[in-house]
């Protein structure tokens, strides 16, 4: 339920964690007026702050708080009011030891660090209730309040636990979700290497074990422990409706978090946000930006998001933190912007001076507001202040990406038949060739109503229910474009092979399934022939039967060699391709190519390769204007091809505006140019 | 003892594991339809069975197995019976949880995977006895069961044990073999880093410590693990044994198990059985599968054996699981049989849909009856079936490869010159010399009467006793030929260096001892002259003392530059050879064609480069005939020199016979060709 | 306090750990006599042997050692007699498993192995005071005894505890350091991640979390580690007292051990002593070696020093153990000695023939008398007795190198800006410039008074406190010349950016501050133009702010492309310079230059260069006579420049002295060539 209006209408949020329980309150002072200064007005406050807060159970100190938000509304900067759950006190783990996250060894998580508790832990979800309702009931009138920002990204760095309050609660859940030992043993086949149950309270946690532990067992359990972590926030979230009007978020990490399925997620939250960080050792890091982005948006149902986190610069917590270049920030904001997001905020105001991430990037860093930093974050404010028209513009798309957690969740798991083909990797490829080709995309859940698209890739959809499968089939039925990318369809929602062999519920759609899955050896020389194109492959082949697909490649070398590797097929109304290999990122040029003119892309949306690789173009559509954004990664200038007016310097477009080597426009189209 | 008969007397025993209980009544139908499709005459059954078969403690139900039995004796395949022992039911560790296997750094093993039994532990093997005496009794005069499988792979996936049971039960295992702890300080030397033990009850086993643990204990903590699996396999064999006739076995893995000295375990079985899986990164991964059966065909004492499992095309829990290509399966199957397997045998018969090893090969795959996998399955039982003749049949050797556990746990030990000389890989690489050469092999113990043999290979003989050296010195003096792989003889059965200094134990048979061991730099360039060649030569050399032999290659460049580095020495009737680097398999090639020639083995045997390499041709000797078995690795035809009958086709061969690419073939010999 | 006298005055000692303990008493006798063989003068007794001298709690058995006293007293052999604290026997962990060290996941650490002591248990506390006790009553005045050796290599292999006793401790020390909770969550940076602490019994140590631990918290932790050890050595010491005379010592580890801070522990013994191992995959070994050396002679303040421990030849605890060849190890000690050093001894007289070090080389290995390794001791023996007249002569240098244990400590600490800048490796590649340049070095706290040199270089000053920061810039203003390397004086004592951001408390020294760290992506081409030069750099980049500072070189490409890299600022009489890069070896080679100018290193010491790379010149000063040591690593001979006596031959030098490739000479220099 995506219930609540806007916390800033008509503005574009901008700024971000604000943690001054690190600094003396002078500082307080300098930091509103800076904020002002940078264009802040909007700001997350205390994340961290249990130990202040709740000095000893059931003794509280609100005190500097409330003078916090106080300064705060007087210098106009809204507040989104965290509450601290994710970091008890120190006094909380010393009176109740049993609360702590207990590791798959058996040794139970530290103080010191952040992210312990157990969420399973009765002592633990009376506390965050009872802390939650202290701070709705104190702060649900602040006028400075617009939000609630309910704990921080939920499992990290914590999401399996095996404490026995896990345990305990691990068996409520099964026992909830099969009803009958006869169906858990069946739905986990525990016939194999004799892991029979005859009574509930003898079933495991998957903690150490010999050799690998039953896979529908794990990936249960991947379900059951994020629905732990959604109970936690659905207490918390209750607890602070009962005296509060504010909506409340919980910040996601789409695409860089394993533990929480955001379709269920996106659901319990008013207002969907998210953190994002670039990935350094990827020289391509703003594709896996734009990637998390779409994927935030389609989570939230096309609305308005906010980008909870994000960084000025470098981070601290990689191997290399690579500092953002003059000009970098700018970009990543715009391209967030550009695909649905009404808050650009960061982690976070000032560069604390101590603790795990003084070295982390911050709006105002330890060289002070006379830095680079400073001084783009400030040119960054003004430029947002100028867009406040497109808040609430939405962006659409011709293509659907299909996304499920519960596919990823089981093709990580172990022995698979090569460790080689990942989901997150396929995810990346196909998205990214994509994103090259300058299509739009949204993401979508292989249950969903896909009829509003031309076209649906799945990149890797291991797991896939017989439903869902029918859900594609008739999508392809009806006319639609289905693309479909090896090792698909293999198990169903206990990871079982589904009856029929691999792929079998997609026969129909595909006319074809799969024999036997043929890895490649490393090294191995293997090409799919495609049109008069040889493509370079490697990784994984298939051993095909067609039952009425016709071959559009071939391998040419490897386990396959002279076998297909590339088909469609006509089902009902529409087509359905299969790619039973892993093709690279230029290997998928021309099929995608075949695939958009079966599709029929190019007839009436943009047409794939309008603009050269690495230049960004998205569009917002709002009620009274469209908004053509425009990012250009490359190190020319580039022509946009747009008509209406530039957003940033407030002059006429009159067909084309030139783009500097990295910079950035967004240009309110005329009415003739709404696409 | 192998003292029991053939369980399928005038047949090649063909078949697999069949695991009915995961899979529906009426599947079992379609089974047995399809078992004898494909010629398989003998299944494995029973052996995760437990939780099935024993419900609660002491509650058993076998209506269903008493079903099976009589489905498959009633359609004519016999029944290899297995104890369940493997894999105790969740019962069973919920009542005894002290019974689990702990781990070096405390963690007791948990369920829902499979093997985690401490094998000391009291109530573990009251079970396993009880279940053992109750499965002998119901089916020890059952028509179908023609031998006893007890547990699954002894020592996988766990054999070390830290539980107390395992300490109280080392401690008594140290106090029976030294007898007095003077004996045991002794022989563990302990001064060495102040760990003497003054009562029996101080002893510890080798768990987590700061730093290397004292390498005699780890050596005997090998032998003591080795043991208890060993002590639980009787008590299981003989409980069957009071109520049974049929012959015990319990499946090896030579050479790909670290805690089984499989020469202990053989004479405690009645027929020696095998798994073996290709190992996907290894290229040449069939030298090791014949690596492999010779091993096993030696520890049985040249008695058939039975090829237990191996794989119809991939497995599952490597990294890339590299599917078996058209053939490869035949290939693989006629090289087992033709070093001495009468029974070919498959894990599994039919894919299993859910749990860890779903994306395991099987008899008949997820795709089904059509699949090329089952076809080739029926092929090779229709071959197979042609073979009958050659059961009981045995093969024969000149040369014998010592091979002994004990050296492989002391050379694996941490802390040795360097980390890259590696028991396996020697006895891979000087194996492979000699497949590559086409010379037959046995394995043997060093301890063993080598006398029949005309060269003796020691590739990895760092552990070597006194007593087994004047073995091999007695073997030399009476005219045999000895060839020494470097650091050999460096240490006694406490892993202590030999007083004299490395190698002493070895100086009169080969004139040499070694003053220094002189690793080599990763990178440096070092050959060795040997005749007109230069060998080229890395990891390892060593700073010789010549005391008698001469010299035949000589290092140039690296640590030893221009000294002795291989030397030949005459003792008695016969000759010693030591080989004081680590050459590769093509350097090897012109050491072994002088020790060939030394040794006389091609004067009547088989003669050492007679056909091409990857062509593997094997000999078994029946009492009225002999055989030939061609297998052709190359993607080339060859022709087999031979005269007889090929047994595939039933047409003569009159001495010549075309092997196609990947092909085999089985020829009886004419009685003028016996060799 | 370094106020006892040498224990062997006008003499260089030479012997090793002696363990007779392993050996049959008549192999005792042969010891002696193959010691003065060898001339060895002096062994170490009684490491390891507390199970030997305590054999039950209170008991002792002292008649074996007093046995072994008079034997080596009446061959002239002086004993350093240990107290064997780092091994107590089993029967003391059986009665007290609480005093074993845990490790950071409560794995309690077992016997087997060596030093598995909870330095913090007041059991363990008490039973080495005991001990000690008990051998200086007996052994305080027996004439064999010249030096007591306390414990053995602290902090090697356990320097961490989480056992309870420990984290009590723990609490204790922070009350003392800290006094009251709000300088603790002050110093800490609690407030990030809200980890604040409300009790005291409330503080953790930093065991296993979900995440990276409280930095400052860990830096404390590793000051806590270190002052463990360092008061159980005090209790020791002071136990020794009580009732000997003679000095105590315990054998350090610089620059290979990371816990103990050898400024501090420099001042707690009579005699600073050091072991050194060459690290196998470093080809240029003897480099770290050196450093080794002058770090051990600076932190015992230029006075005479024991090599306590190094190898004859390979250790065994590497992965390759790369024997010496022939001269090495005479090499090896006369750098040592060279550096100050007045004591050559080994690891150990005889070889063990069991335990985990077997295969560790000795003064009498394996092989015997008649070896290459003991004609080689025997040589180095009658080589060092020579050379008496060196002992108490020292060794002066011009160029300070600052080097810091906090520093390190800090620097080694998660997330950083770069996992790829390290505190050793730019210590090992500024000291190697200077060691390739003939420059002799000390190394020095940088709290130290420094007027005495020439030239300051801070490689690796991350760490940087205010005062002393202020004790640098007091340096450079009174003319010294600072050499500054990348990341310096970033953080204070609790790893908290400095204020006013990094680098500021140098700003006045150096004229620059670092506004944003910029680590160079892996593959990124860099380069710095210096003068004519382009220096080729990696790793590291930043962003400068000047104040001041001159810029000296440039970057080219990379994220700073075309800001400065390298400057010089002139301060009071001296000057800063800063290499805001990771320079290379060979890159420092033209900054190193110039710095030399400024320092006027050239005016009247050894000009840098003089000798090709790899000649290594060193130069001791007596009373009476200076002496230059000459070691030549190179492959040819090199004439040294020299007048006065070659003490090996005790011929006169006449202005040139040719060293034979692998050579070394040690020639007393005539007075007008004292330097």
């Known amino acids: 339920m995506l219930a609540k209006n806007w916390p800033l209408p008509g503005k574009i949020a901008y700024g971000g964690d604000y943690n001054p329980e690190q600094w003396p309150r002078e500082v307080w002072d300098e930091d509103v007026a800076l904020m002002r200064e940078a264009g ?38 809204a507040v989104d009011l965290a509450t601290p759950s994710v970091s008890p006190p120190a006094w909380f ?12 060894n058996g040794v139970p998580m530290g103080f ?4 312990m508790a157990s969420h399973a832990s009765a002592e633990y979800r009376e506390a965050i209730v009872r802390m939650a309702d202290q701070l709705a009931r104190r702060y649900g009138q602040h006028p400075a309040v617009v939000l609630w920002h309910v704990h921080n990204e939920y499992g990290v760095p914590v999401a399996e636990d095996f404490s026995d309050a896990a345990v305990a609660s691990w068996q409520s859940w099964l026992r909830a979700r099969y009803g009958t030992l006869e169906a858990l043993n069946a739905a986990w086949g525990t016939a194999f290497w004799g892991q029979h149950y005859a009574q509930w309270e003898h079933v495991v946690a998957p903690a150490a074990t010999p050799t690998t532990v039953n896979p529908a067992m794990k990936l249960d359990w991947g379900r059951f422990t994020d629905d732990q972590l959604r109970e936690c926030f659905r207490l918390e979230r209750e607890a602070i409706r009962a005296h509060a009007e504010q909506p409340v978020t919980t910040n996601f990490m789409a695409h860089q978090s394993w533990n929480t399925d955001l379709w269920k997620w996106a659901r319990e939250v008013d207002i969907v946000s998210d953190d994002h960080y670039l990935w350094s050792p990827d020289p391509e890091a703003h594709v896996a930006l734009a990637l998390s982005a779409d994927l935030t948006r389609s989570v939230a149902g096309g609305r308005p998001w906010m980008l909870m986190e994000h960084s000025t610069s470098a981070v601290n917590w990689q191997g290399h933190n690579i500092a953002k270049r003059p000009g970098e920030m700018q970009r990543n904001a715009l391209t967030h912007l550009g695909r649905g997001a009404d808050a650009i905020l960061f982690f976070q105001w000032r560069a604390s001076r101590s603790g795990a991430e ?40 011709d293509v659907a990406v299909l996304y499920d957690w519960e ?29 090259r080709d300058g299509v739009p995309v949204d993401f979508a859940h292989p249950g969903d109503d896909l009829s509003g698209y031309r076209l649906v890739v799945a990149p890797a959809s291991y797991l896939l229910t017989q439903a869902h499968a029918e859900n594609l089939t008739h999508y392809v039925s009806c006319g639609g474009t289905l693309l479909v990318s090896c090792f698909a369809a293999a198990v169903d929602e206990h990871d079982a092979v589904h009856p029929g062999g691999f792929g079998a519920p997609l026969q129909d759609a595909l006319g074809v399934t799969v024999e036997e899955y043929l890895p490649i050896r490393t090294g191995e020389q293997v090409a799919v022939s495609f049109d008069a194109a040889e493509l370079e492959t490697s990784v994984w082949a298939e051993d095909l039967v067609l039952s009425g697909a016709e071959v559009c490649g071939t391998y040419r070398g490897g386990p396959a060699d002279g076998a297909p590797a590339i088909t469609r097929h006509q089902h009902g109304e529409g087509a359905g391709w299969y790619v039973s290999t892993a093709l690279g990122l230029e290997a998928l040029a021309p099929v995608f190519r075949a695939v958009y003119d079966e599709a029929g892309l190019a007839a009436d949306g943009p ?13 917002r559509h709002g009620e009274d204007a469209a908004y053509t954004i425009a990012v250009n990664h490359r190190e020319e ?28 426009a967004v240009v309110r189209l005329d009415n003739t140019h709404d696409r």
């Open 637 to 664: 200038p580039v022509a946009l091809k747009a008509r209406g007016t530039d957003l940033f310097t407030q002059r006429p477009v009159d067909g084309e505006l030139t783009i500097a080597a990295g910079g950035t």
């Open 93 to 104: 783990f010393a009176a109740y030891p049993q609360a702590r996250a207990v590791d798959k």
């Open 607 to 619: 047409v794939p390769g309008t603009y050269p690789d690495g230049f960004e173009v998205m569009t």
């Open 112 to 115: 010191g660090s952040r992210g």
């Open 407 to 435: 596919s990823l969740w089981a093709q990580d798991l172990e022995w698979r038949p090569s460790d080689e083909l990942q989901f997150r990797e396929r995810m990346r490829t196909y998205y990214e060739r994509l994103w």
């Open 358 to 397: 003084k070295f982390h990037s911050a709006m105002l860093p330890h060289a002070g507001p006379t830095s680079r930093v400073f001084r783009e974050v400030t040119e960054l404010g003004g430029r947002l202040a100028q867009l406040g028209e497109l808040q609430g513009s939405r962006v659409s798309a």
């Open 40 to 77: 802040v007005n909007f700001v997350s406050v205390g994340i961290f702050s249990w130990g202040l807060l709740e000095t000893a159970e059931g003794v509280y100190d609100f005190a500097w708080l409330d003078e916090l938000l106080d300064l705060l509304h007087a210098h106009g900067i």
